[in-house]
Nanobody, 113 residues
Framework: VQLQASGGGLVQPGGSLRLSCAAS????????MGWYRQAPGKQRELVAA???????NYADSLKGRFTISRDSAKNTVYLQMNNLKPEDTAVYYC????????WGQGTLVTVSS
């Protein structure tokens, strides 16, 4: 299984970005796809996750600004990020959880004026 993340970049505070992560390979039908992030000097933390059944889970501090969704037919998960703040600057990783966990390569999001 391979995960290919994309959509990161430089954005000004208050701006928006949409991250995508496409999974390919032999994927277990029942799974959870999620986004994590790691800022410099900090531990990796959960941003949001969504199950194959559509159940979602968000970090409390990000509710209302970030929205996770998925296209199961394409094995792709999205993260819509609105009203971005400098503290959202991090490398964002996608993860596919099933019988085995897989991580994508990460995409850098920089929020700066």
């Amino acid at each position: 299984v391979q995960l290919q993340a994309s959509g990161g970049g430089l954005v000004q505070p208050g701006g928006s970005l949409r991250l995508s992560c496409a999974a390919s390979g032999s994927i277990f039908r029942f799974n959870v796809m999620g986004w994590y992030r790691q800022a410099p000097g900090k531990q990796r933390e959960l941003v949001a996750a969504i199950s194959s059944g559509g159940l979602t889970n968000y970090a409390d501090s990000l509710k209302g600004r970030f929205t996770i969704s998925r296209d199961s037919a394409k094995n792709t998960v999205y993260l819509q990020m609105n009203n971005l703040k400098p503290e959202d600057t991090a490398v964002y990783y996608c993860k596919l959880s099933g019988p085995v966990e897989y991580w994508g390569q990460g995409t850098l999001v920089t929020v700066s004026s």
